[in-house]
T-cell receptor, first 114, second 113 residues
């Protein structure tokens, strides 16, 4: 499976923007970039995903580099409820052996200060 | 409520026993995925079913098995339980093709004593 690299932890202040980086230099053309977050004692929660173009939804924005070797999840105004582990995952839709599954790394622990 | 229902929420059992975890996917989703999360291993993919058929297999032990039924609910069977099987077990579902996001349930916390 193509691998992603994320910082172990990041900190932010409430109501400030947060940029969570992810490197995926071995990404293939059929890999979608997915972001999930997991709050303590809860299941992972879908945040956003994209292939080539930048994406926006009510939770966040996803900025994808032109060469697709890196991406950034942007939380426009962090709240205390955004404190979680954020996972950047590549999902193969090309029918290869990794088709279907999400392979979670260690993620980035985001701390939000009041 | 994410739409994916997992039961039971908590399970305490003894070593050597067998348990069954149940998952009802979000309405309309054909794919079901099982994950194990322990403190030292993070989230590990176990197995995927699509419309009743096994589609992908991860690091699932031979003591573990799963199936997806015609009504699309899935069960994960864990047998000959060991202390190390204590973990959170999550189920997720996705729509046909799975190109969109996955929806996870709130998990079953299994404690083996």
């Amino acid at each position: 499976d193509a691998k992603t690299t994320q910082p172990n932890s990041m900190e932010s202040n409430e109501e400030e923007p947060v940029h969570l980086p992810c490197n995926h230099s071995t990404i293939s053309g059929t890999d979608y970039i997915h972001w999930y977050r997991q709050l303590p004692s809860q299941g992972p929660e879908y945040v956003i995903h994209g292939l080539t173009s930048n994406v926006n939804n009510r939770m966040a924005s996803l900025a994808i580099a032109e060469d697709r070797k890196s991406s950034t999840l942007i939380l426009h105004r962090a709240t205390l409820r955004d404190a979680a582990v954020y996972y950047c995952i590549l999902r193969d839709v090309g029918g290869g052996t990794s088709y279907g599954k999400l392979t979670f790394g260690q993620g980035t622990i985001l701390t939000v200060h009041p | 409520d994410s739409g994916v229902t997992q039961t039971p929420k908590h399970l305490i059992t003894a070593t050597g026993q067998r348990v069954t975890l149940r998952c009802s996917p979000r309405s309309g989703d054909l794919s079901v995925y099982w994950y194990q999360q322990s403190l030292d291993q993070g989230l590990q993919f176990l197995i995927q079913y699509y419309n009743g058929e096994e589609r992908a297999k991860g690091n699932i032990l031979e003591r573990f098995s799963a199936q997806q039924f015609p009504d699309l609910h899935s069960e994960l069977n864990l047998s000959s339980l060991e202390l190390g099987d204590s973990a959170l077990y999550f189920c997720a579902s996705s729509a046909q093709g799975g190109r969109g996001g996955y929806t996870f349930g709130s998990g079953t916390r299994l404690t083996v004593v």
